[in-house]
């Protein structure tokens, strides 16, 4: 990948490296924006008002972390991708299988098994991102941190 530029204190391989992390972070930002957005037009039964108004400000959320972080590329001489076919070929996590209107458990359990990966991940690039570039771990330390409380909105409804 051709930078535009490095920031100080960060060599042109290290920042390949960073932002190649953060591509995948964003692909999977870009995913869960979508599958959320799914779920919540096609929960139903009860607690369906609760479940559906819940996931709104997720979605915006999730979204503001893949600007968050595509800025955080882009401030690293890098070009965020995001298209499409980035999410595909950067998928390195499992999707949701549900499609179609289905009870909110049903979306809930899929989408907790979605973030269950989603945060797993991003845990993983944090570790790789604490010897590479404090700034960019910060940054997804912060989403870890709402995604995780998201998760748990969603566990409270499943207990």
């Given at each position: 990948m051709?930078?535009?530029?490095?920031?100080p204190?960060?060599?042109?391989?290290?920042?390949?490296?960073?932002?190649?992390?953060?591509?995948?972070?964003?692909?999977?930002?870009?995913?869960a924006?979508?599958?959320?957005?799914?779920?919540?037009?096609?929960?139903?039964?009860?607690?369906?008002?609760?479940?559906?108004?819940m996931?709104?400000?997720?979605?915006?959320?999730?979204?503001?972390?893949?600007?968050?972080?595509?800025e955080?590329?882009?401030?690293?001489?890098?070009?965020?991708?995001?298209?499409?076919?980035?999410?595909?070929?950067?998928?390195?996590?499992?999707g949701?299988d549900?499609?179609?209107?289905?009870?909110?458990?049903?979306y809930?359990k899929?989408?907790?098994?979605?973030?269950?990966?989603?945060?797993?991940?991003?845990?993983?690039?944090i570790?790789?991102?604490?010897?590479?570039?404090?700034?960019?771990?910060?940054?997804?330390?912060?989403?870890?941190?709402k995604?995780?409380?998201?998760?748990?909105?969603?566990?409270?409804?499943?207990?």
């Amino acid at each position: 990948m051709a930078l535009t530029f490095t920031v100080p204190g960060l060599d042109e391989a290290a920042s390949e490296k960073i932002i190649s992390i953060l591509q995948n972070r964003l692909s999977q930002e870009q995913e869960a924006s979508l599958v959320l957005k799914h779920a919540h037009w096609n929960v139903t039964g009860p607690n369906f008002i609760a479940v559906h108004e819940m996931l709104d400000p997720q979605v915006d959320e999730v979204r503001d972390m893949a600007d968050e972080t595509a800025e955080r590329i882009a401030t690293l001489g890098g070009s965020p991708d995001g298209r499409p076919e980035a999410i595909i070929r950067n998928r390195t996590w499992n999707g949701i299988d549900l499609s179609g209107r289905k009870s909110t458990l049903d979306y809930l359990k899929a989408l907790c098994g979605f973030y269950d990966s989603f945060i797993a991940d991003d845990r993983e690039a944090i570790k790789e991102l604490d010897e590479l570039d404090v700034v960019s771990s910060n940054i997804l330390q912060d989403h870890v941190q709402k995604l995780e409380a998201f998760q748990w909105f969603m566990r409270s409804h499943l207990i």
